[in-house]
C-alpha cells in the first residue's frame, strides 16, 4: 500500500475525529490533556483492532554480512478506543521469518472485546502473547499501540508516567551498510555533521576497508556490528583490539548465536563491551547468555513491546549488564515508542525512521546527534502528509 492510499485508509477510519489523516494521535480537539475517565457498566465502549500492510521504502540499499534489501514490509495497527486511537507497527526485516501475512493473520485471531478497561495492560498483553508462541512483530505492533493510548488517557507522555527524564535521552547512532568505499564516503559525508557516533555493519572480507573510509572522513565515535559475521574468534579478538584502536566503543553479535563459549571467551578479553543482538530476544533469554556478553540489545520487534522491554532492562541491571535500544528499519510510531525508554539506556540506535524516505509520522527527532521526545500525550505522533 503506497503512503497517500495508507493515509487515506486512515483518515477514513477516523471520520468522526476531529484530526485529518492519521487520527487520534493526541485528544479530540477543544479537549486539553487530562486523565480519561474510565467509564464503566455494560454499555462500556470496546477496543477495535485494525490493520493496514505499508512497506517501507529505504533511501538507500541497505546490506549486511548476510542479505541486501531497498525495503521492508510492514503493518500499521490502531487500536480505537472511546475516541481516541493509538498506533502500533510491526516490522518485518528478511532474518525474522515474519510475513505480512504471518502478521495479519495473527492480529486476525485477537480478540479485546472481552477487555472493558485499556489500562490492564499486564492483562491484556498477557493474553495476547498466550496466542502464539512467536508472532513478536505483531504482539510488538499491539503493546505499542495499546500504551500509545494509554499514554492518551492519561494525558501525558509514556516517558513521564514512567519517570524517566527526557532531558537524559542518549544520542543515537546512524547506521552505515556494507558497501562500496565510494558509497560508505558518501553515507558518511551526508550524515557524520548531524549524528555524534556512527554504526558500522561489518563481518565480511571488507572490515579494514569500511573502517578506513570512514575514518577518512570523520574522527566520530563508532560502534560496529558484526552480525554474526565472524567465524574465529582469535582474528575476532585481534580485529576487536584494532577496532578499539580506531576508536570504536563497541561491537554487536561477534558470532553466530551457537558460538557462545567463543562469544564469552572474546568478551572477557576484548578492550570494548559486547553486545547480544541476535542472541537475545526476550526476557527469558538472558539467563542464558550471562557471563557471555556485557550487555544486551533490546529490539520492540524481537521482544513483543514495551511492557517486555521495561522488564528486560530492569533484569539487564539487576545482572550487571549494560543496555542499548535498537530498531528494525520502522516509521516513526515503533521508532517513537522505544525512544520513550531511552533515558534508562547506554546507547540508543534508534535510526531506522531516518533510513526510510516514506515514514508516516512525526514523532522522536535528532537534534545535534540526541533524541529528543515529543512533550504529548503516550507515543506524541503527528501525522505526516
Given amino acids: 500500500m503506497k503512503r497517500r492510499d495508507f493515509l487515506r485508509t486512515v483518515s477514513a477510519a477516523g471520520a468522526g475525529l476531529a484530526l485529518t489523516g492519521l487520527s487520534g494521535c493526541k485528544a479530540p480537539e477543544g479537549t486539553a490533556p487530562k486523565p480519561y475517565l474510565l467509564k464503566t457498566g455494560s454499555l462500556a465502549p470496546r477496543m477495535k483492532l485494525s490493520w493496514e500492510p505499508y512497506e517501507l521504502e529505504l533511501r538507500h540499499t541497505f546490506t549486511v ?10 503493518v500499521q495497527v490502531r487500536l480505537e478506543y472511546d475516541g481516541f486511537t493509538g498506533h502500533g ?3 518485518m526485516p528478511p532474518y525474522l521469518g515474519h510475513t505480512v501475512e504471518s502478521v495479519c ?8 472485546g472481552p477487555f472493558k478497561d485499556p489500562f490492564q495492560l499486564e492483562e491484556i498483553l498477557a493474553y495476547v502473547d498466550s496466542l502464539s508462541e512467536g508472532d513478536a512483530p505483531a504482539k510488538a505492533a499491539i503493546d505499542i499501540a495499546l500504551h500509545d493510548l494509554y499514554g492518551q488517557l492519561l494525558g501525558q507522555p509514556l516517558y513521564r508516567i514512567w519517570g524517566l527524564n527526557p532531558a537524559k535521552a542518549p544520542s543515537t547512532t546512524f547506521t552505515i551498510g556494507i558497501d562500496t568505499p565510494e558509497v560508505v564516503r558518501e553515507k558518511t559525508l551526508e550524515c557524520a555533521s548531524r549524528f555524534n557516533i556512527l554504526k558500522v555493519k561489518v563481518g565480511l572480507d571488507n572490515d579494514v576497508q569500511m573502517i578506513e573510509t570512514i575514518r577518512s572522513v570523520t574522527d566520530l565515535p563508532l560502534a560496529v556490528d558484526a552480525n554474526q559475521g565472524w567465524k574465529d574468534r582469535v582474528k ?6 584494532w577496532l578499539a584502536e580506531q576508536g570504536v566503543v563497541m561491537v554487536e553479535q561477534p558470532m553466530a548465536v551457537d558460538r557462545l563459549d567463543d562469544i564469552a571467551w572474546i568478551t572477557e578479553q576484548s578492550p570494548v563491551p559486547i553486545f547480544a543482538d541476535e542472541s537475545i530476544q526476550r526476557l527469558r533469554d538472558i539467563p542464558a547468555i550471562k557471563g557471555a556478553f556485557s550487555g544486551i540489545n533490546i529490539k520492540l520487534m524481537k521482544c513483543t513491546g514495551l511492557l517486555e522491554a521495561r522488564k528486560m532492562l530492569t533484569y539487564a541491571r539487576a545482572e550487571g549488564l549494560r543496555v542499548m535500544l535498537g530498531c528494525m528499519t520502522e516509521t516513526s510510531c515503533a521508532c517513537t515508542a522505544a525512544a520513550h525508554l531511552s533515558p534508562a539506556v547506554d546507547f540508543a540506535d534508534l535510526d531506522g525512521n531516518l533510513l526510510i524516505s516514506n515514514d508516516l509520522y512525526e514523532g522522536m527527532v535528532v537534534h545535534d546527534g540526541r533524541i529528543v521526545l515529543p512533550d504529548r500525550p ?4 503527528l501525522p505526516l502528509g
Fill in 65 to 74: 554480512a548476510s542479505y541486501s534489501r531497498k525495503t521492508t514490509p510492514g
Fill in 89 to 91: 507497527e510491526a516490522s
Fill in 105 to 112: 493473520a495473527f492480529l486476525q485471531k485477537v480478540d479485546l
Fill in 236 to 241: 575476532a579478538l585481534d580485529e576487536i583490539h
Fill in 378 to 381: 503516550g507515543l506524541g505522533l
